[in-house]
């Protein structure tokens, strides 16, 4: 607060402190007389002094008032003779919360992802991290929704092996499906998507599909391979299972074809430091395998 501030707030609150008790103690004495003489309605105002309970509770307000300003902050800059402050009292808490921890996370600290998987406290700690962490996108069951994948089933993206899915977590991730859409037009856009779902054994129409095989052959083989099954390293998907990030309906699939996609999976090293996403990750490797 700068000094300008601090005074106002000063004067201000210690003035009308006073105030309020001068105002009280000079209306104590009363006229005498019965009624002020105002009268409404056939009804008179008395002139009758204030009742002594509510006097004096008045007292004990304005006197605990008093004391709360001495010890907390509240006058200006004045920070209380006890210097409390919310963001000191958080701290405190914060620091106490990782002191009893600390024990707790040295020991998952150590552990394969393996024994992450079977240990009780480490999926406790991890569902919870999961839930204030991941649940945002992932949902809080990790089944994931379009764009957001599932990280309960059998297919993994970006590979896994424990390893792979702290890497993902720890680093982040970001796919680079580029648009075709200018490249291929709407016709080999369509031929395409139609040659996608031959390769992942839906419907389709079978004269697109071979058109479209070319096209697959050309381009897509580079990233999504011979035989549509992906590649981890570039975090393309297999084009073949049932298991799609983006739908597989016709419309869905050459929609991806036409404008590409980004998916982004943010790194969470900084965010909640490698700790925690040991074990996180430790709770997600555990759910493909139940
Ligand atoms: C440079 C590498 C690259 C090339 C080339 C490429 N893709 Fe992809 N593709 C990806 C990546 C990476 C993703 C994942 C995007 C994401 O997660 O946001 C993807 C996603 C997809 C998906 C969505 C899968 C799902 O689960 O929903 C389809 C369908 C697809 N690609 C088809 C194609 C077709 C057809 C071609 C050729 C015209 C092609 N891709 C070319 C890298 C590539
Ligand atoms: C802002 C949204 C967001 C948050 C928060 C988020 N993720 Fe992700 N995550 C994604 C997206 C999007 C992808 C898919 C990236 C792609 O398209 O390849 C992903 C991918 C992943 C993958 C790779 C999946 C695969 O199939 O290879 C893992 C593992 C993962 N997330 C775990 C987590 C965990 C654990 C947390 C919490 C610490 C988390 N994510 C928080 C959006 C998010």
Redesign the pocket.
């Known amino acids: 607060m700068s000094s300008i501030w601090h005074w106002f707030v000063l004067i201000g609150t210690v003035v009308s402190l006073i105030g309020v008790m001068w105002l009280l103690f000079a209306n104590r004495s009363v006229s005498g007389e019965q009624t002020t003489g105002h009268e409404w309605d056939g009804i008179q105002e008395l002139d009758n002094p204030l009742p002594m309970w509510w006097v004096m509770g008045f007292v004990v307000s304005v006197i605990f008032s008093v004391i709360y300003l001495v010890i907390f902050p509240g006058v200006g800059n004045f920070a209380g003779v006890t210097n409390w402050s919310s963001a000191g009292e958080h701290d405190g808490e914060a620091l106490a919360a990782e002191k009893k921890f600390a024990p707790v996370y040295a020991r998952l600290a150590d552990m394969s992802g393996d024994e992450l998987a079977a240990d009780k406290q480490a999926k406790q700690v991890g569902r919870r991290l999961f839930l204030n962490n991941c649940a945002t996108c992932h949902g809080s069951t990790a089944k994931g929704s379009v ?1 957001f994948p599932d990280l309960t089933d059998d297919e993994w ?1 970006w590979g896994s092996s424990f390893d792979a899915i702290q890497a993902s977590v720890l680093n982040g991730r970001s ?4 648009a ?1 859409g200018a490249m ?1 037009g709407n016709e080999g856009v369509t031929a ?2 139609n ?2 779902r031959q390769m992942a054994g839906l419907e389709h129409d079978a004269e697109l599909a071979k058109a479209g095989e070319t ?2 052959n050309t ?2 083989v ?3 391979g011979p035989e549509g099954k992906g590649n981890a390293l ?4 297999d ?1 073949t299972n049932d ?6 309906s016709l419309e ?2 050459a929609e ?2 036409r404008n590409g ?3 982004v999976m943010p790194a969470h090293a900084q965010l909640i430091g490698q700790d925690k996403v040991h074990i996180v990750a430790g709770y997600v490797y555990g759910l493909s395998k139940e």
């Open positions: 764009g993206i796919a680079q499906m580029p075709w291929l395409v998507a040659r996608v096209h697959y381009i897509c580079a990233c999504h570039l975090g393309a998907p084009l298991r799609w990030l983006y739908g597989n869905a699939i991806t074809v996609r980004n998916g």
